[in-house]
């Protein structure tokens, strides 16, 4: 796909994850996370509850957190083993037996569970609490946007020129809130991005290093639909004015880590049609079309370093 038909494909992105959403759950029935808000929240009218300080986006905690529920060494069996609570309470009841109640003070032995294999958890999707600064700014009225519906789709209303604004400032913010996944702050963020990046120019490149960590953040919560969304807005700011692939180079370390988790994360469908490649929602393609994007603008070191985060990734360009 030429750099036009990213521009097009791109181009009413947001309006497009509001109508996957719609048909997921009214004709798929296979999603309600369009309709369902966040416990923090009462309305889109509302201000969003605070959020917890130990609560992060992309965190995780481990599987067994209480130290009663970690496993013990048994010599017999040798092996680790998880022990069962005894439970206060003896098992026989009165008149529910020949010879009544009875009654003991030894204590019944523990049912031993052998361990299995750790479960590593590393597709799950992570924490993503709705604690984004987008929403923030948003919801304090500090950022100069609005929803404006039209007939057929809505677009965002800017109340000051696109080119005037601070993108020191406001860019970092509507990259943060890439990683909303409830309306509207999800269509303000995605749709806000696409404007600025359409607009920006040679105002872009001086904020590369700002937009990194909301980037690595939204890619570490392992939600396959923001990542989705990071990678296409990836793609249209690589293409967005000149030397971006190149300054996005020294950040592999950063952002490249999940696209070698999730390169292959393709469907199986022996011979079907996965209808998810057209709509370009297929996780694994859109994963290698990026770092081909990346590597043809990244200049000479693109490839080396690619390589370096992504063994088994092969140069478009050399090849």
Request: with cysteine; hydrophobic share 35%.
């Amino acid at each position: 796909m030429g750099d036009r038909g990213h521009f097009e494909a791109n181009k009413k992105m947001a309006t497009t994850l509001i109508a996957d959403d719609w048909t997921a759950q009214k004709i798929e029935q296979t999603s309600t996370s369009a309709w369902t808000k966040h416990p923090e929240t009462n309305s889109c009218f509302d201000v969003t509850a605070a959020v917890k300080g130990n609560v992060r986006a992309g965190g995780h905690t481990m599987a067994i957190a209480a130290p009663d529920m970690l496993p013990v060494y048994n010599n017999a069996a040798g092996q680790y083993v998880y022990r069962a609570p005894v439970h206060g309470e003896h098992p026989l009841k009165a008149h529910t037996g020949n010879g009544g109640m009875t009654s003991s003070l030894a204590q019944g032995k523990r049912q031993e569970v052998p361990v299995g294999p750790p479960v590593c958890g590393a597709f799950k999707a992570r924490a993503n609490p709705p604690n984004t600064e987008f929403r923030r700014f948003y919801e304090r009225g500090d950022l100069p946007i609005q929803v404006e519906h039209r007939g057929v789709y809505n677009r965002i209303g800017w109340k000051v020129d696109i080119e005037k604004l601070d993108y020191h400032h406001y860019l970092p913010i509507f990259f943060d809130g890439l990683r909303e996944k409830e309306e509207p702050y999800r269509f303000l963020a995605v749709q806000g991005v696409y404007d600025m990046l359409d607009h920006g120019g040679s105002k872009i490149l001086p904020v590369i290093p700002q937009l990194i960590i909301p980037i690595k953040t939204a890619l570490n919560t392992r939600d396959e639909k923001v990542i989705c969304t990071v990678l296409k807005l990836l793609q249209q700011m690589v293409l967005s004015g000149e030397m971006i692939g190149e300054a996005l180079v020294p950040y592999y370390r950063q952002i490249l880590p999940v696209f070698n988790l999730f390169r292959n994360k393709n469907k199986n469908l022996g011979d079907g049609m996965d209808y998810g490649q057209q709509k370009r929602k297929t996780l694994g393609d859109l994963i290698t079309e990026t770092l081909e994007m990346l590597e043809v603008n990244g200049g000479e070191d693109a490839f080396i370093n690619i390589k370096y985060m992504i063994p088994t990734y092969e140069s478009c360009v050399l090849n």
